[in-house]
């Protein structure tokens, strides 16, 4: 039995810092980050990363494009797709990163 893991750099130890945001390992374990494409990935990462306290966030398809090094059609289909599988919702200019779906089998495009 292994005891608990200790940092290899305890002067660099993470903090959670008051703009903390932070991904459901769930979408790895009920096999939802297998079933997305990479730029699905890539928004929903960014859509977490820049979501407020309620998931929300006001970016353009241009700006989220242009740090993702994606097209705004890129952006624009994977935001349909994560749209489709109950990920995300979205009412012009608001994008909610959702709660996971209780279905396992929601996320399914």
Avoid at 9 to 25: E, G, H, Q, Y
Avoid at 44 to 64: E, I, K
Avoid at 87 to 98: C, I, K, N, S, W
């Amino acid at each position: 039995m292994q005891g608990p893991r200790k940092p290899i750099r305890p002067d660099r130890v993470r903090k959670i810092p008051s703009s903390f945001s932070w991904i459901d390992r769930e979408i790895l374990h009920r096999g939802l980050l297998a079933r997305l494409s990479q730029e699905e990935i890539l928004l929903y990462f960014f859509l977490v990363l820049v979501a407020g306290p309620d998931g929300t966030s006001f970016w353009s398809y241009q700006r989220m494009g242009k740090h993702l090094k994606l097209t705004p059609d890129e952006v624009c289909a994977a935001a349909r797709s994560l749209i489709k599988r109950d990920l995300v919702a979205f009412e012009y200019p608001t994008f909610q990163v959702l709660a996971l779906p209780d279905d396992p089998e929601r996320g399914e495009p």
